[in-house]
């Protein structure tokens, strides 16, 4: 297993930049594929993006494809969503997951999550 724990939410102004950090211990981060997901109020959660086991691969949702990059570090087992032009519609709890780097690093069942992070982008 795998636990995620992420940091870095906050409130930032329409047009503003964030980074989000998400810390995994337990099993061998390398095992695992990386996915970040939000969810706004009164709406369903949804795939942000998501990093492959080597970083050699990333995956993005089109409402976020070139504002957001998301990157790892497998020594310190970290997972970064970094989030410029942020738009008020960005506003969201953002949660990582993992899953296993056999089964892809795009939308889908993911198997571990964290706690989430809120950010709030004021217009």
């Known amino acids: 297993q795998v636990q995620l724990v992420e940091s870095g939410g906050a409130l930032v102004e329409a047009g503003g930049s964030l980074r989000l950090a998400c810390a995994a211990s337990?099993?061998?981060?390398?095992?695992?594929?990386m996915g970040w997901f939000r969810q706004a109020p009164g709406k369903e959660r949804e795939f942000v993006g998501g990093i492959s086991w080597s970083g050699g691969s990333t995956y993005y949702a089109d409402p976020v494809k070139g504002r957001f990059t998301i990157s790892r570090d497998n020594v310190k087992a970290t997972v970064y969503l970094q989030m410029s032009s942020l738009k008020p519609e960005d506003t969201a709890v953002y949660y990582c997951?993992?899953?296993?780097?056999?089964?892809?690093?795009?939308?889908?069942?993911?198997?571990?999550w964290g706690q989430g992070t809120q950010v709030t982008v004021s217009s």
């Open positions: 337990g099993r061998t981060f390398s095992s695992y594929n």
């Open positions: 997951a993992a899953r296993s780097r056999l089964r892809g690093a795009g939308p889908g069942q993911y198997d571990y």
